[in-house]
């Protein structure tokens, strides 16, 4: 059974950065897709970013494209997200998230996920 465990979540000023942890356990992650979401109040869920444990490719959507970068530690089976240039838009609880197969940008595809870290970002 896939447990995923996010980390590293808080507040930060804008402008400031902010790195979560994945901790994934349970099975070998290879050919799997571990993926970032975030929910703000009243919003959907959202695609952030998403890695593949294979080749190490990435997607992004474009609202963080230059300031998110995604990677993952093979050996500590645990996925980053690097998070600068942080906006007050960018307050959400984060979810970690693993599928496998193929990069999906739809929360609906992934079948495991963390319980979410809070980041706040204040102006």
């Known amino acids: 059974q896939v447990h995923l465990v996010e980390s590293g979540g808080g507040l930060a000023q804008a402008g400031g950065s902010l790195r979560l942890s994945c901790a994934a356990s349970?099975?070998?992650?290879?050919?799997?897709?571990m993926g970032w979401f975030r929910q703000a109040p009243g919003k959907e869920r959202e695609f952030v970013a998403a890695?593949?444990?294979?080749?190490?490719?990435?997607k992004y959507a474009d609202s963080v494209k230059g300031r998110f970068t995604i990677s993952r530690d093979n050996a500590k089976n645990t996925v980053y997200l690097q998070m600068n240039s942080l906006t007050p838009e960018d307050t959400a609880v984060f979810y970690c998230a693993a599928r496998r197969g193929l990069i999906y940008y739809g929360s609906t595809y992934y079948a495991n996920w963390g319980q979410g870290t809070q980041v706040t970002v204040s102006s």
């Open positions: 890695v593949s444990w294979n080749d190490g490719s990435t």
């Open positions: 349970g099975r070998t992650f290879s050919n799997y897709v």
